[in-house]
């Protein structure tokens, strides 16, 4: 088994605030590393390449079959891994990591070799492993008394992390001259090490204790008919939560791959390094809300209350937008703004959300089934979106899709997520598990 456990065992008798530090920072970094192999290649523009003509299909631009055929990779990943996940041990949890790193790492080198339009099915080898690590390191994490501010951590990884390789990847184009198709596996190449050691701290964690199992429900594998079984049961606002995610997986897509397009739309086409300081604010400032989620024991409580949080950060995407059009409030506010009520609203999704929820019902299981199976359909979503950008609206800029794309997440997410808050708040009324003290 990969990890240290001696290390494992002085975490077990560490002062909360100690294994809390541990564990966020092996967490956090490893995702922040992981996306030095996802994301650098939305870096390039590719300007020199012209238009592909897809059969049935239309003309589409190289940029935009890259993040296709990534997301195409990602999303069928995210499938695979409603079974895979659920499943998966412990034990195996961080060579797995390590295997799906190697294999995505493999695809950027090619993609670099193989000539242009060719390579781009690269992108779909590179995106099926990386699909699988968020729930491999959330199996760390979840079903712990701390698990808000660990989720918290975790998730500010990629609202920093997707700023910080782009900006990584244009200072190699831009200053060191490396060429864009070399950029991705290059900036890989920076993360290999540190991947290593923080994959390492990561798996020498030591699983929840009984205390954390009592307060937040055992959580074990799931086979086909357990999953099956507590879909059915939920559905009417699991449903919802699906629909929405699909929604605000498309947003937030166009927002993080198109960073670059956006940001020179508004006047900031010389400043790159804004799109990784940009997200400084963003992310302290939903980890700041979500953390305080630990303050609340009951979980049918935090459940209503991470509700009423993302539905507040959809209601400020269009607020927001509004104001932007009318003038109030400048470009930088704006796009800052809408990543935080953005983020608010998405993140949840990947830790705290289904974390309380299996608590507040008190069934026995994962939560990364639940992640997994809202995240498969969101990725489907964004490609439709993508899609329909490049052949029905290819007039249309980036800019203003982006404004109007702001303005159905906020009136469709708000919608969904207080009818979601409706349901869960009446089926846990009686019988919903609290947190033990």
């Excluded at 760390?140 to 808000?148: A, H």
């Excluded at 930088?332 to 974390?355: K, R």
Aim: aromatic share 14%; net charge positive.
């Amino acid at each position: 088994m990969f990890g240290s456990p001696a290390i494992r065992r002085r975490l077990e008798r560490a002062h909360p605030a100690l294994f809390i530090a541990f564990a966020m920072v092996a967490a956090f970094s490893t995702y922040f590393s992981m996306y030095a192999f996802r994301k650098p290649f939305t870096a390039g523009t590719y300007a020199d390449l012209a238009p592909i003509a897809l059969p049935y299909v239309g003309v589409v631009s190289y940029k935009t079959l890259l993040i296709i055929t990534q997301v195409l990779g990602y999303c069928t990943s995210k499938f695979l891994g409603i079974k895979i996940i659920s499943e998966m041990t412990p034990a195996r949890r961080a060579w797995a990591i390590l295997a799906c790193i190697a294999v995505a790492w493999g695809a950027l080198l090619l993609f670099a070799l193989i000539p242009a339009p060719y390579n781009i099915a690269m992108l779909f080898i590179n995106g099926l492993p990386l699909g699988m690590i968020w729930g491999l390191v959330f199996g760390f994490l979840e079903g712990r008394r701390v698990s808000e501010p660990l989720g918290a951590g975790l998730s500010a990884s990629y609202i920093l992390a997707s700023g910080a390789v782009k900006s990584i990847g244009r200072w190699m184009v831009v200053d060191l001259g490396v060429p864009e198709f070399w950029m991705p596996f290059a900036t890989g190449a920076l993360f290999v090490i540190p991947m290593l050691i923080v994959v390492f701290m990561l798996a020498s964690l030591p699983p929840p204790s009984a205390e954390d199992e009592a307060a937040r429900s055992p959580r074990v594998p799931m086979d086909a008919q357990a999953r099956k079984a507590f879909f059915l049961a939920y559905l009417p606002g699991l449903l919802p939560l699906t629909l929405l995610y699909i929604v605000l997986t498309a947003y937030r897509d166009i927002r993080d791959n198109f960073a670059v397009e956006l940001w020179a739309a508004v006047g900031y086409a010389e400043e790159p390094a804004i799109i990784g300081y940009s997200e400084i604010p963003v992310a302290f400032g939903v980890m700041l809300a979500l953390a305080l989620l630990l303050l609340i024991r009951d979980n049918r409580t935090a459940l209503v209350v991470v509700h009423a949080f993302m539905a507040t950060g959809t209601f400020l995407v269009g607020s927001l937008t509004l104001g932007w059009e009318l003038g109030y409030v400048s470009p930088e506010v704006w796009m800052i703004g809408v990543g935080f009520g953005l983020y608010l609203a998405y993140v949840p999704y990947g830790c705290v959300l289904f974390d309380r929820l299996f608590a507040a019902v008190g069934a026995v299981g994962t939560a990364g089934f639940l992640i997994y199976v809202t995240d498969a359909f969101g990725y489907f979503g964004a490609v439709c979106l993508m899609l329909y950008k490049d052949l029905g609206a290819a007039e249309i800029s980036w800019l203003s899709f982006f404004t109007t794309a702001s303005y159905a997440t906020a009136i469709v997410c708000t919608s969904l997520y207080l009818i979601s808050m409706a349901y869960f708040t009446a089926r846990t009324r009686r019988g919903g598990r609290s947190a033990a003290a």
